[in-house]
């Protein structure tokens, strides 16, 4: 099962890269769907007929394109034509010099390479992309497609949690008020795993020194199980006479909050629609009706 399961993984991961590619040179759109629906099924089928697992081939859909394919027909008359091959003509082919197929293959790798969009990509994009970019076609030319992807897939996952992380940040408030110990602090951002944890330590260190934090939550579209567990230490170690104060809470927030089952408490924690209202019902901001 462990090696069905990453070799279906690494088929559905190759054949949608296929259609991707596809995409770019016909500008159409793929149905994802279709795409692994009808792996699927044909994967299912074939072993029943002596045929192994097999994935969309980049090379070959993009030999087809520009030879004039418009319709998934063409794909079916590339089977019977690589059937009719293997049935009738094998013999006869058997004596094609290998050189010559190789290098039809490096016109081919050359036609669907896009060199011209690759090169305008590295002229363009960010560092992190271009990294991306090089190391996987490094990877294809060393090893393989699948170690490629493989590789690519994980190292995108990551940089991308990354400059999500990086995008998460604290801004202070024009509410806080230093004489009434009052720190206002507005949270920009994701709170998960990869940003929570800096996030309620920076919060700790502004903190110090104030007895009422209130936390502005409109802009914290995630909180995960990181974040709820750096949330819960920062409570934790808050002071005796620290209040926490939580306002404008997503949907997603409030649920995972609801689920962790953390309520109210008296001078300790509470939640509130806006900013002005939790100011207001504290004593915090006489006279305030309406937020700037």
Not at 25 to 32: L, Q, R
Not at 114 to 124: G, P, Q
Not at 174 to 196: C, E, I, Y
Not at 219 to 232: C, E, I, N, S
Request: net charge neutral; with cysteine; glycine share 6%.
């Amino acid at each position: 099962m462990p090696a069905a399961f990453s070799m279906a993984m690494l088929g559905a991961i190759e054949s949608l890269l296929c259609a991707v590619v596809l995409d770019g040179m016909t500008g159409k759109k793929h149905n994802s769907n279709g795409e692994l629906l009808g792996q699927g099924l044909g994967n299912i089928a074939a072993p029943f007929f002596g045929g192994i697992t097999a994935t969309a081939a980049i090379a070959r859909s993009a030999a087809n394109v520009r030879a004039g394919a418009t319709s998934p027909v063409s794909a079916i008359v590339h089977s019977l034509l690589v059937l009719l091959t293997l049935l009738v003509l094998a013999p006869v082919l058997s004596y094609l010099p290998l050189a010559a197929m190789s290098a039809l293959l490096l016109m081919v790798a050359w036609n669907m390479s896009e060199a011209a969009k690759v090169i305008e990509l590295i002229r363009s994009a960010p560092k992190d992309d271009i990294i991306v970019l090089l190391l996987c076609m490094s990877l294809t030319v060393l090893f393989d497609m699948v170690i490629a992807i493989s590789v690519g897939i994980v190292l995108a996952s990551l940089l991308f949690m990354r400059r999500i992380a990086n995008m998460t940040r604290l801004s202070e408030s024009p509410f806080t008020n230093n004489d009434k110990g009052l720190l206002v602090v507005r949270v920009n951002g994701p709170l998960f795993f990869a940003a929570a944890e800096r996030i309620f330590d920076d919060l700790k260190v502004k903190s110090a020194g104030y007895h009422t934090i209130v936390m502005q939550w409109d802009a914290v579209p995630v909180l995960d199980a990181g974040g709820l567990k750096a949330f819960r230490r920062f409570i934790d170690e808050a002071g005796v006479d620290t209040h926490i104060v939580v306002c404008d809470i997503p949907f997603q927030p409030l649920k995972t909050l609801a689920r962790a089952g953390i309520v109210p408490v008296d001078n300790k924690i509470s939640f509130f629609p806006t900013v002005t209202k939790a100011l207001i019902d504290l004593d915090l901001m006489d006279g305030v009706i309406s937020e700037p």
